[in-house]
């Protein structure tokens, strides 16, 4: 019976969602990286949010007389891509983070991805060899590497549109717990021509699967002030646009509030 060992893990957190794990991921080998794995029959699993590699062991001196691709290190390639059409509105451009995880995971290694409509979120590159030691047994004993690679959410300015009547009302969108402000509601005019009272957070804020922020829309025409929305709803990566904010184009997450 052929017996097998664990070659190498990569596992995809994503802080969007509130598990930390990524969603609905694909790896896609690279036309040469798929050839080899053919030939030695290399063993690939994949369930969305991680891959993992596994080599028989009647294969290891094959595959270690192959470490080399010409004067390079052979390393496997993967297209990291996602099914979720929404992926790429809700996710930040991936970057090595610089250091080891605190669970001894190490920085899924990348290669620079073509600034395309069609380019994956990342590509990891998997050195064959990845003790550099130039020695079998040392190989075979390190096998089993586990990587991480963190995907971070993208960060927006969320503009709140308060369409309806709000004649007669002084409106405020506050945060319960004092750690955002948002700027004073301004009279916007929309695609529709219809107009509506647009108020704007003062920094980014990140997206999130379930947002945890409590906005509230008050009434501050008088004292006390009035709660009208005891909480808001939270942007979605569905309805980001561009727009100029104090002067810089800004990626904005529009979210309606109707009367």
């Known amino acids: ?33 798929s050839a080899f794995l053919r030939r030695f029959d290399m063993v690939l ?7 993992s590699i596994s080599v028989a062991e009647s294969k290891l001196q ?53 600034p395309t409509p069609a380019a994956p979120l990342a590509i990891v590159a998997l050195r064959l060899d990845a003790t550099g030691s130039n020695d079998f047994n040392g190989w075979t004993a390190a096998m089993g590497v586990s990587y991480r690679l963190s995907m971070q959410s993208r960060s927006t300015i969320w503009k709140y549109l308060l369409t309806g009547d709000w004649r007669g009302r002084a409106l405020s969108v506050v945060d ?42 008050r009434d501050v025409t008088e004292v006390p002030e009035r709660v009208l929305i005891s909480r808001l709803p939270g942007a979605t ?9 104090r002067g810089e184009p800004t990626t904005v997450s529009e979210i309606f509030v109707h009367s």
């Open 1 to 33: 019976m052929q017996r097998y060992r664990p070659f190498a893990t990569v596992d995809v957190r994503h802080d969007y969602f509130a598990d930390g794990s990524a969603r609905h991921l694909v790896f896609q080998p690279h036309a040469d990286t």
């Open 45 to 51: 699993r994949a369930d969305g949010c991680s891959l």
């Open 62 to 114: 094959g595959i270690w007389s192959e470490r080399m691709d010409g004067n390079e290190p052979r390393a496997l390639c993967f297209d990291v891509r996602c099914t979720d059409a929404t992926c790429t509105y809700y996710t930040e451009a991936v970057t090595v983070p610089p250091r080891a995880q605190d669970d001894g995971a190490l920085p899924a290694p990348l290669l620079a991805v073509p």
């Open 176 to 217: 319960q717990r004092g750690e955002m402000t948002f700027t004073v509601p301004a009279q916007e005019r929309l695609s529709n021509g219809q107009y509506a009272l647009a108020v704007h957070s003062a920094k980014p804020i990140a997206l999130r699967e379930r947002p945890s922020q409590r906005f509230q829309l």
């Open 237 to 245: 990566p569905q309805r980001l646009w561009r727009e100029t904010v």
